[in-house]
């Protein structure tokens, strides 16, 4: 029996190397989107070429749909992938929860979904809707759920696809911190250190003979390649959660944040290659990657799409959308595609047939015009940051709407002393003209409330901290950036941390000058139900209420004390501005 046992070793060990020894190299395409946060229609995009600016119908569930099945085809061995926040944003989600979204991926045949932290904004038995209805894989090796609780046995840490006779193990991965900080996931859901697990399921994938390791991770394009240097095994990164814009675009105006794909070495020599499709189903990547036989990445190469329609419009000197004559039009689509920036794409018929359902519902509430924006009011979370395609330089003081919404805030509480309110909870730009229903939900998306908490000014100053810290020393989210209205401060970076706020005013309700926070007296500060929750790093907020009791919900829901706030300037025969720069919570802001 002793020598039956050593011959079969013996020739299972001569497989094992006879597999290796004679494995061929290996070419992939990965197609692949990230964050589109339930953005399931094209949206307006700003490009800007021979010195005019265009307006673009930019991405759309359908188009990239569309674009997934073209370049399907004609691709050697492809994988399709969403690096995770597919819900939450959009009147979409508001209203249907993520099964409008999930419907559509469905039609897509994703290969594998990994989680993103706003999958968990409505708790667990939302997501689990969304997965029970998902046909495709759902993956992250970093979250599990008590046994018996909604999510229980909803994915795997990993799947192993059969590519062209070789398997590719695929790892998905959530960004931890933020997840259980920032989002509402229940007390039987709990996470565990990326970089940990990602060394933990690559060894166990390399234990089983398989070599080449793809991560799915939303963890974010900087905590990426920080995992990427740390980690061994891991060969490819499809990156999500930081809506980062990869590639050159700079002959359209936008700017980005690295090449695609982004190239580090692992702390064993090895090449790792990262991608990211920016956000809101705007962009698509393809990247192209070749294994040798030993399954180490030789070369990886591709870019990051920008999908439009066929309608680009000229933007004129007053800020309006003009037509361009069809002559004009095909040679500024030619000009356009031939950057190689931009991808004109008609839509996928049946998934546009299936969106129509949901379109139809959601026209019904969002068309209907609520107020007027006097100017665009521009969004970045941290001052002078490049997000969403401004370039942070523009911007040294940060966020142009959030202090103004931050006003709308401390304007519905009568209490309020001051208000705070976190980077992240406001989702996009807004631009001027009609502000309607559809576009206040998609601004603040989130089922919010606004409470009122009595703080002490040290208790005022720690809370700034606390969300500088919560980003910036923790790695958790940049949404968690601190602006506010009547309320404003000088922010260093470069201090040591609890320092890095200073000279704080606050503004007198009554007769509306500015004195020196008084660091023993207590004052009113509104915020958001979701900060009030200690989330995305607030902890001063939630430490507060239990000592000394909850913090006053109004019940006032949010998104809608913006859109009252606008209607009560546009009563008053104006229209909202950005504040002026004496208003502005930001003093100043050093790295």
């Known amino acids: 029996m002793k020598s039956f046992r050593f011959v079969l070793s013996v020739f299972l060990a001569a497989v094992f190397f006879i597999q290796f020894s004679y494995a061929k190299p290996l070419e992939l395409t990965i197609l692949h989107i990230n964050d589109h946060h339930s953005h399931l229609d094209p949206e307006p995009l700003e490009l800007k070429s021979n010195n005019k600016t265009y307006i673009i119908e930019a991405g759309g569930m359908a188009r990239v749909a569309s674009l997934i099945k073209t370049l399907r085809q004609r691709s050697k061995n492809p994988l399709v992938l969403h690096a995770g926040d597919a819900m939450s944003g959009t009147l979409y989600f508001t209203l249907f929860k993520g099964q409008a979204d999930v419907e559509l991926m469905n039609e897509i045949d994703f290969d594998a979904f990994t989680l993103g932290n706003h999958e968990f904004d409505e708790g667990d038995e939302v997501l689990a809707r ?239 015009v609520i107020g007027t924006i006097g100017e665009d009011l521009r969004h970045i979370r941290v001052p002078g940051k490049t997000y969403d395609g401004i370039d942070g330089k523009e911007l040294p003081l940060g966020s142009e709407l959030a202090p103004v919404i931050a006003a709308s805030f401390y304007n519905a509480s009568l209490r309020a002393d001051a208000c705070i309110q976190n980077a992240g909870g406001v989702r996009s730009d807004l631009s001027a003209g009609n502000m309607t229903t559809g576009s206040v939900y998609g601004l603040l998306p989130f089922a919010n409330t606004l409470v009122e908490i009595e703080l002490t000014g040290a208790e005022v100053k720690q809370t700034l901290e606390d969300a500088l810290i919560n980003f910036y020393d923790n790695y958790g989210s940049d949404g968690s950036f601190p602006y506010a209205y009547a309320l404003k401060y000088d922010i260093d970076m470069s201090r040591p941390k609890n320092d890095r706020v200073y000279n704080l005013e606050i503004k007198d309700r009554k007769n509306g000058k500015w004195q020196p926070l008084d660091m023993s007296k207590k004052y009113v500060i509104v915020v958001n139900s979701y900060i009030s929750e200690g989330r995305d790093g607030y902890t001063t907020l939630q430490e507060v209420q239990q000592k000394r009791g909850k913090g006053v919900d109004t019940y006032l829901d949010y998104a809608m004390s913006f859109a009252k706030y606008v209607q009560s300037i546009n009563q008053h025969g104006k229209k909202v501005m950005r504040l002026p720069k004496e208003e502005h919570c930001i003093k100043s802001y050093k790295m």
Not at 228 to 243: E, R, W
Not at 279 to 307: Q, R, W
Not at 308 to 325: F, H, M, P, R, V
Not at 335 to 359: H, P, R
Request: a positive charge; glycine letters at 8%.
């Open 130 to 368: 969304f997965i029970d209805k998902a046909k495709f894989p759902v993956i992250t090796a970093n979250v599990e759920a008590l046994k018996g609780s909604a999510l229980d046995g909803k994915w795997r840490a990993y799947i192993i696809k059969e590519i062209d006779g070789q398997r590719v193990g695929i790892i998905g991965l959530e960004i931890a911190q933020k997840t259980s900080a920032s989002s509402r996931p229940s007390s039987a859901i709990s996470f565990y250190d990326e970089i940990f697990r990602a060394q933990r399921y690559a060894e166990e994938l390399r234990s089983k003979g398989i070599d080449k390791i793809i991560l799915l991770s939303h963890f974010g394009y900087e905590n990426d390649q920080r995992l990427a240097k740390k980690v061994k095994g891991i060969d490819v990164i499809i990156d999500g959660d930081s809506h980062t814009l990869l590639g050159d675009f700079s002959r359209v105006g936008l700017g980005s944040s690295g090449q695609y794909p982004t190239i580090v070495r692992s702390n064993d020599g090895n090449k790792v290659c990262i991608a990211q499709a920016w956000e809101y189903s705007k962009a698509l990547g393809e990247l192209h990657v070749l294994f040798d036989n030993k399954g180490d990445v030789v070369s990886c190469n591709g870019k990051t799409h920008l999908i439009s329609g066929e309608n680009i419009y000229l933007k004129d000197t007053g800020g309006n959308k003009q037509a361009i004559d069809k002559k004009e039009l095909y040679v500024l689509q030619s000009t356009l595609k031939n950057s190689g920036s931009l991808k004109i794409v008609k839509d996928d018929e049946k998934v546009a047939q299936k969106l129509s359902f949901y379109k139809d519902q959601v026209k019904t509430r969002s068309a209907e």
